[in-house]
């Protein structure tokens, strides 16, 4: 394995079944490996979270528009923030 970028597209592609077979017995070999066992589990950790999608609490109506204000608000390089925006309420609670 050349990188532990390498390795995890390696184990995205074996899990897919869209590994070439020249690279199954490599990708296997560096699974035994503490980086390749560490990289398996985050993988199956992330693909647990993206599965689950269960939201611990429901958004308020208004979560987009809070939102959309709180990021109209963020200095960005080049853009100073909108200053109508800024001098609106002066907190802005998201839930």
């Known amino acids: 394995m050349e990188t532990p970028t390498r390795l995890q597209e390696n184990i995205s592609a074996m899990v897919d079944n869209e590994l070439p077979a020249?690279?199954?017995?490599?990708t296997l070999a560096a699974l035994s490996e503490p980086d390749g066992l560490a990289?398996?589990?985050?993988?199956?950790?992330v693909g647990d979270a993206l599965r689950?999608?269960?939201?611990e609490a429901e958004l308020s109506a208004s979560f987009a528009e809070r939102?959309?204000?709180?990021?109209?608000?963020e200095e960005l390089p080049g853009r100073p923030a909108d200053p109508a925006v800024r001098e609106g309420p002066a907190a802005v609670t998201l839930p």
């Open 22 to 26: 020249s690279e199954v017995e490599l």
């Open 39 to 45: 990289a398996w589990r985050m993988y199956h950790l």
């Open 52 to 55: 689950a999608h269960q939201p």
């Open 67 to 73: 939102l959309a204000e709180c990021l109209a608000a």
